[in-house]
């Protein structure tokens, strides 16, 4: 079989998350299994932990869950804006979007934002820059520590609203992205199958081309 990924360049975006290290409860408990004497873990963690993905269930009540939205929502062509040159705890509005990444974005795109900033001085995504999105087509909204989903819980919850009315699922805390050397590439970043999660853990990997 052809190797499909010949000529491409593979990035991990995805946090190494470490049982025990962890803000967020993550233990894993090894056990034995009677039948052969191997062994199994379990794990006792949170949804909401590491790279994830957030369905609309995580903001509506009725909203689909990660099991319910199409596979194709958590992979596709992907841009990379990057908001470097923005002020300290700046907003990014529909005019910061107009110009990065502008037109370059099409319908179905999956679109990141990185700033490089400390957290305590990211930019903040705004309800405006939500509907720009909207309004583009963004198929799936994704945000490493150094860029905010607002600067307060109105717009949070506001943006939340725009976007995942419109099953657009968010892509949270990625990694690695000054690894990459494109702007341009596809992610994958799919969710575990299980019926009613309102997040997952994901392995988020970029395929640029050499």
Do not use: Y
Request: aromatic share 4%; with cysteine.
């Amino acid at each position: 079989m052809r190797d499909i990924l010949a000529g491409c360049r593979v990035v991990d975006l995805s946090v190494r998350l470490v049982p025990g290290q962890e803000e967020r409860r993550l233990e894993i408990r090894r056990g034995v299994i009677p039948s052969d004497d191997t062994f199994m873990h379990e794990i006792d963690t949170m949804s909401h932990i590491g790279t994830h993905v957030e369905a609309p269930s995580h903001f509506f009540e009725d909203g689909a869950d990660v099991t319910e939205l199409p596979i194709s929502s958590f992979m596709g062509p992907a841009r990379l804006a990057r908001l470097a040159s923005l002020p300290a705890n700046a907003p990014i509005t529909s005019e910061v979007l107009d110009d990065v990444p502008g037109d370059a974005v099409s319908e179905g795109d999956i679109l990141i934002f990185t700033s490089g900033r400390p957290h305590d001085e990211a930019p903040h995504l705004t309800p405006d820059a939500a509907h720009w999105m909207a309004a583009k087509g963004v198929k799936m909204l994704g945000i490493d520590d150094s860029v905010l989903l607002g600067s307060n819980t109105a717009d949070v919850r506001e943006l939340h609203d725009i976007l995942m009315s419109r099953d657009v699922p968010f892509l949270e805390v990625i990694a690695n992205l000054e690894e990459l050397r494109q702007d341009e590439f596809f992610l994958l970043a799919l969710p575990l199958r299980i019926a009613e999660l309102d997040s997952s853990l994901v392995r988020c990997i970029a395929i640029e081309e050499e």
